[in-house]
């Protein structure tokens, strides 16, 4: 189970630890990912005494975005398996997004497209002083659209009109002035520094966070309907099926500046 592309944990506080596994790729997701998040979120659910969930990324970098060779594999295929791929990602960060216990994400290097939806979809997000953010779908002729909601809560439309139309990577010092990131700590102290919030977690009562958490959401433009989250999805697998997509992807590939 080590090679899985997600692994988690559950220790005797109820305490999961969700860990995004394919450090070869900079933990670039992928559908075996995406799936493995489903699974684990699938298992913690069924599971008793779940109290909090820290997600974090095996390797130098957190989630470098999508796996590019995938989504070129993905885009040629046929419209019902691209809604699939964008509909199983966007319910992989939705979940995420409404689990009734408190996430915790811990960041480290690369955190990139898909990977500032998963830290926009934790309530409390602590990152590395080496770590680096962008939200770099329009680079490659694609759209955010599928964690616009999620990131729209974190930081709001304002900075989304910056970063996700620039596409331009900024550090953990933005992240936190703009709202993805709570606090910035030395690399080293990634992980004891996570182990503070869960401590404050534990300290407070389930039931309260759990409806603290759900008002939250029921004010926030995540809690948007299944016919909103329909047109996102249909929005971004249609984008990835694009000209202007297989122009951006054959660019990274080719590693040349796209002609637009």
Request: hydrophobic share 45%; net charge negative.
């Amino acid at each position: 189970m080590t090679e899985a592309p997600v692994l988690w944990n559950l220790d005797a506080r109820g305490v999961a630890e969700v860990t995004l596994n394919r450090p070869a790729v900079n933990n670039a997701y992928d559908g075996g990912m995406i799936e493995g998040l489903h699974a684990a979120m699938d298992a913690l659910a069924d599971a008793s005494g779940l109290r909090v969930v820290v997600v974090t990324g095996n390797g130098r970098h957190f989630q470098a975005g999508a796996d590019l060779k995938w989504l070129n594999g993905v885009r040629a295929g046929t419209r019902d398996e691209n809604i699939h791929a964008s509909q199983r990602t966007a319910d992989a960060v939705d979940r995420l997004n409404r689990l009734p216990v408190p996430t915790v994400a811990l960041i480290q290097g690369f955190c990139v497209g898909g990977g500032t939806g998963l830290a926009a979809a934790c309530d409390v997000v602590i990152a590395a002083d080496d770590a680096t953010f962008a939200i770099s779908e329009v680079r490659w002729g694609l759209t955010a659209a599928i964690i616009i909601p999620q990131l729209a809560d974190a930081i709001g439309a304002r900075q989304i009109r910056r970063y996700a139309l620039t596409g331009e990577r900024f550090g953990a010092e933005e992240a936190r002035r703009i709202g993805l990131v709570h606090d910035i700590v030395p690399a080293a102290a990634l992980s004891a520094s996570g182990e503070r919030i869960v401590e404050a977690l534990l300290a407070n009562g389930p039931t309260a966070i759990a409806e603290t958490k759900m008002t939250a959401l029921d004010y926030a433009y995540g809690a948007f309907s299944k016919e909103a989250m329909a047109r996102l999805v249909a929005s971004h697998a249609a984008k990835r099926m694009s000209d202007e997509a297989g122009e951006g992807l054959a660019s990274f590939k080719e590693k040349r500046h796209a002609r637009w």
